[in-house]
């Protein structure tokens, strides 16, 4: 490897881990907002589903816990499961993308024209 290549190797290393940083981050300020109960019906649903997830943990025991996820995990694209699948999948990267990183605040006009005066 020469030292041109060797510097878009880094460039692109580079490039990727800020990539990696900004998704780190856009994930942690979404998890604000469910936690914080800024956006309520988003935040109704993942209180539900943490939930349920805690009475199944809770009452279920841990050998049919751990069949289960072994099942799911390896049927999940089998042919009968796999159009619920990606419909499920679908439906829960459309809600993930509906949730706002940062709450959004709608300034009236009056306020934006007293800022610009001063």
Known sequence: MNTVEQLLAVQDAISQAEQFIQDGNIVLLKFRGLLLSI?????????????????????MPSKY?????FLETFTRYSPPRKASTERWARRLR?????IPAAP???????????????
């Not at 956006?39 to 009452?59: G, N, V």
């Not at 816990?65 to 996820?69: A, C, R, S, W």
């Not at 459309?94 to 509906?98: G, K």
């Open 39 to 59: 956006f309520p019906q988003a935040t109704e649903k993942f209180a539900f589903t943490l939930l349920c997830a805690a009475s199944i943990l809770a009452f």
């Open 65 to 69: 816990i751990i069949l289960l996820t």
């Open 94 to 98: 459309e809600w993930w993308f509906s």
């Open 104 to 118: 959004v605040v709608l300034v009236p006009e009056r306020e934006k024209e007293d800022k610009k005066k001063k």
